[in-house]
């Protein structure tokens, strides 16, 4: 069964200084990894995927995550936050079901990231 | 990436009524996820559809309350019946597309008074 663990439920930051949202899961088979991110009253958007490729990701709006298999994390960080990023943020990690092409996403609970001027 | 249509966006109902939620998506796809997002919540899998066959559901999601249609390759219903304030919540459906991302809808945002 798969899991996700997001670390901290909301997270604040001063415009211009690094973002760091944390994500841990557990798989029982390869997974693909995911970032998705709701702006309020607004849909999901994908931010970047982790698909078996190259360990480090990078995604829209300066975003990137490094996939580390040993620490089973997948932590969202960008150089320099902007008023513009804040929003909700969720891991997500998807695995195949039984093996099969039944593919199913399991998403975190969600870190809130709040932009200071 | 596919496109997915939802309606409607937002809706306020009365308890015991039922409403049907729809999602069109602009090309074909196999598999079609429906989720709830309850207030402040993240995303729940409700259940999965493929056309031609019965919808999967998780645990704590059953047919009666959540019935889903998926007629053919592009289109999925998912109906919230008998309705209670505790139904109040954002439904999404999903679709996979190529290269394994995943495309949401809008969302429909039910208030149930």
């Known amino acids: 069964a798969q899991s996700v663990t997001q670390l901290d439920s909301h997270v604040s930051v001063s415009e211009g200084t690094p973002v760091l949202l944390r994500c841990n899961y557990s798989?029982?088979?390869?997974?693909?990894l995911f970032w998705y991110v709701q702006h309020p009253n607004k849909g999901l958007q994908l931010l970047l995927k982790y698909t078996s490729a190259a360990t480090l990701v990078k995604g829209i709006n300066g975003f990137e995550a490094e996939f580390k298999k040993s620490e089973t994390s997948f932590h969202l960080t960008k150089p320099s936050a902007h008023m513009s990023d804040a929003a909700e943020y969720f891991c997500v990690v998807s695995e195949s079901v039984s093996g099969g092409s039944n593919y199913k996403l399991t998403f975190g609970k969600g870190t809130l990231l709040t932009v200071n001027p | 990436s596919a496109v997915i249509s939802q309606k409607p966006s937002r809706d306020i109902c009365q308890r015991g009524t039922s409403l049907t939620i729809q999602c069109q998506v602009d090309s074909q796809v196999t598999m079609m996820f429906w989720y709830r997002q309850q207030p402040g919540q993240s995303l729940t899998l409700i259940a999965t559809?493929?056309?031609?066959?019965?919808?999967?559901?998780e645990s704590g999601f059953v047919i009666d309350k959540f019935p889903i249609s998926r007629p053919n390759l592009t289109f999925s219903t998912l109906t919230v019946s008998n309705m209670s304030p505790e139904d109040s919540s954002i439904y999404l459906c999903s679709v996979r597309g190529q290269g394994s991302g995943y495309t949401f809808g809008s969302g429909t945002r039910l208030t149930v008074v």
């Open positions: 559809a493929n056309q031609g066959s019965e919808a999967t559901y």
């Open positions: 798989s029982s088979y390869s997974p693909s």
